[in-house]
């Protein structure tokens, strides 16, 4: 059984920061593609970083580059999404996902608020 369990979501200051991680179950973790997602109140769910299996090579939407950053740990079947200088239009719900065998997996979600 396919299992993404994600953990570390919570309330923070603006400017502080933060780590998801995500780990998971019933597939061959290291040969699968990863990312993070989120969702706003009344926003589509959207990309934020991901990382490529094949080559290791990492792709961040705009709005995140030079603070958000993810990594895996293949010998724990754990991904992580390290978040700095949190601002308060990062409030979502964020969601771990993995792409194995053309089959996608997702996370059950974490809410992640930045708040004074």
């Known amino acids: 059984q396919v299992q993404l369990v994600e953990r570390g979501g919570g309330l923070v200051q603006p400017g502080g920061s933060l780590r998801l991680s995500c780990v998971a179950s019933?597939?061959?973790?290291?040969?699968?593609?990863i990312g993070w997602f989120r969702q706003a109140p009344g926003k589509e769910r959207e990309g934020v970083v991901c990382?490529?299996?094949?080559?290791?090579?990492?792709y961040a939407a705009d709005s995140v580059t030079g603070r958000f950053t993810i990594s895996r740990d293949n010998a724990k079947n754990t991904m992580y999404l390290q978040m700095n200088s949190l601002k308060p239009d990062d409030t979502a719900v964020y969601y771990c996902?993995?792409?194995?065998?053309?089959?996608?997996?997702w996370g059950q979600g974490t809410q992640v608020t930045v708040s004074s």
């Open positions: 996902n993995a792409f194995y065998l053309q089959a996608t997996y």
């Open positions: 019933g597939f061959s973790f290291d040969r699968a593609h």
């Open positions: 990382n490529s299996a094949s080559d290791d090579s990492t």
